[in-house]
């Protein structure tokens, strides 16, 4: 099986290390290069990993803070995944293995 592989993301201490201690300090830089972001995009991309980046958006990161992908991005192997259901004995289609809801029965009615 291959691994899975997860990445570490170090913005902030690359930024930290270029005496870059607010998140706004790239707004200007990045802007300098063609790429404008707003205040909460800059903040989420230095505070959180980011998911999806576009390349234009990296390769300014790389040239603002004079660094290489290699600095930035450090690839991980990710913890073993949790087992699923289908794993643990049920069906992953059903999701609550044997359990199926009883049909209501209606005792006494007193309608005419």
């Known amino acids: 099986m ?30 300098q290069r063609g790429i404008r972001l707003s205040s909460s995009q800059v903040y989420r991309l230095v505070v959180e990993r980011p998911e999806r980046l576009s390349l234009k958006i990296l390769m300014a990161l790389l040239d603002v803070l004079d660094c290489t992908m290699a600095d930035l991005i450090e690839p991980i192997e990710s913890a073993a995944a949790k087992p699923t259901r289908a794993a643990a004995g049920g069906s992953a289609a059903d999701g609550v293995g044997d359990l199926r809801p009883k049909r209501a029965r209606i005792v006494g009615t007193d309608r005419p």
């Open 2 to 31: 291959a691994a899975r592989l997860d990445y570490h993301w170090h913005l902030r201490q690359i930024m930290a290390g270029r005496g870059m201690f607010s998140t706004t300090d790239l707004i200007e830089p990045l802007a």
